[in-house]
């Protein structure tokens, strides 16, 4: 068992979005769709931290919509060809977390709208 955060550390780290390619990561992460869901995974809210460093190397927190995905093994490798795709990037590291668990609350507007629930 992990030890709790400290009272006011958010459960998922903030991403870069000052970052000159964040909005470029972000459109490769749209071009990743989750296989059995026809909405992209960032939209659907699998996404939570993209951190990019001053050098231009991107670490990806993301998240399954369930611990066993019959992806779960491949969509890490996805992300990370898309995000390699992108110019200018230097490096891509995809890291599975299932803290917090993903809920459908997670999804944008979009995502939500596209299944059916708004």
Partial sequence: MTDPLPEGTPL?????????????VVEACRSVYDPEIPVNI???????T????????VDIVMTLTA?????AGEMPGWVADA??????VRQVDVEMTFEPQWGMDMMSDEARLELGFM
């Fill in 42 to 48: 960032y939209d659907l809210g699998l996404v939570y």
């Fill in 50 to 57: 993209i951190d990019i460093s001053d050098d231009n190397a």
């Fill in 12 to 24: 998922i780290r903030p991403s870069s979005t000052d970052h000159p390619l964040y909005e470029s």
């Fill in 83 to 88: 995000v390699n795709a992108v110019a200018g």
């Fill in 67 to 71: 611990p066993g995905c019959p992806v």
